[in-house]
Structure formats: structure tokens, C-alpha cells
């Protein structure tokens, strides 16, 4: 005799696990946000850590125009670095975990560094938030 689940039984057990479901995806839908938040964060502090070292061996930031480029291939426009270091600061420009390239403008006494959070543009709520190397 064959023996198997009856139609309820597999209902009972469909309808718990479709329960179990709606009660734990809230939270790990929200989890990936604040995940993507962290990573943008520790993006941005390696990124100001080869930003001090390029200031240490150069005199001074890379300028706006070049960018975080500057960290990964030695500048060709001007001001070229003194000194600059021949394995450069960093593998490769990250972007950030949204897909997006981090912002840096150069100032005169340093820079802004920052992400424009997931939708890619200035400001923003929430997720959209944007997040500035200043702040942390």
C-alpha cells in the first residue's frame, strides 16, 4: 500500500511556511539596505586612507579633475605628483554598492568624498540618502 501527504496536509504545511515567510522577509529586506550602508562606508574610509597616503607622498589631494583616478594611475595633467607611489593607492576605483561612482571634489584645505545612496541622485530620504565621508 502506498502511502503519501492527503491534500489538507499539504495545505497546513503550505500556509505555514507562506506565514513563517511575511513574518521573517520584512527583515531581511531591510538587513541588504543597511548592508549596502555599511559597505559604502568602509568603501569611503579605504578610500581616505589612499587619499592621506597619496597627500603624504604628492605634498596635496589629487585635484578634481583628477580625481580618484589619481590613486590608481600616476596623474598626467597637472599639478603631477613629486612622488608618487609606483604600485599606486589603489587596485581600482570602487564604485559604490549601488552601482554608482563615489563623488570627490577637491578642495583647498581637502575634499568632500561621498556616495548619492541608491538612487544615484543628490539627496535624498532613507536608502536615497546620500552619504559623506565627513559625517562618519
Given at each position: 500500500m502506498r502511502r503519501g501527504f492527503t491534500l489538507l496536509e499539504v495545505m497546513v504545511v503550505m500556509f505555514i511556511v507562506g506565514l513563517l515567510a511575511t513574518l521573517v522577509a520584512p527583515s531581511i529586506v531591510g538587513r541588504a539596505d543597511d548592508a549596502r550602508r555599511t559597505k559604502a562606508i568602509a568603501d569611503m574610509k579605504g578610500i581616505e586612507q589612499a587619499l592621506n597616503l597619496y597627500r603624504l607622498d604628492s605634498g596635496g589631494y589629487?585635484?578634481?579633475?583628477?580625481?580618484?583616478?589619481?590613486?590608481?594611475?600616476?596623474?598626467?595633467r597637472p599639478p603631477v605628483p613629486r612622488a608618487w607611489n609606483p604600485n599606486g593607492y589603489l587596485e581600482r576605483v570602487p564604485l559604490d554598492p549601488w552601482g554608482h561612482a563615489?563623488?570627490?571634489?577637491?578642495a583647498d584645505s581637502g575634499y568632500t568624498l561621498r556616495s548619492l545612496?541608491?538612487?544615484g541622485v543628490e539627496g535624498g530620504d532613507g536608502t536615497f540618502a546620500d552619504l559623506d565621508s565627513r559625517d562618519f
Open positions: 589629487p585635484t578634481t579633475e583628477q580625481g580618484l583616478e589619481a590613486l590608481v594611475h600616476r596623474p598626467e563615489y563623488v570627490y571634489l577637491a545612496g541608491a538612487d
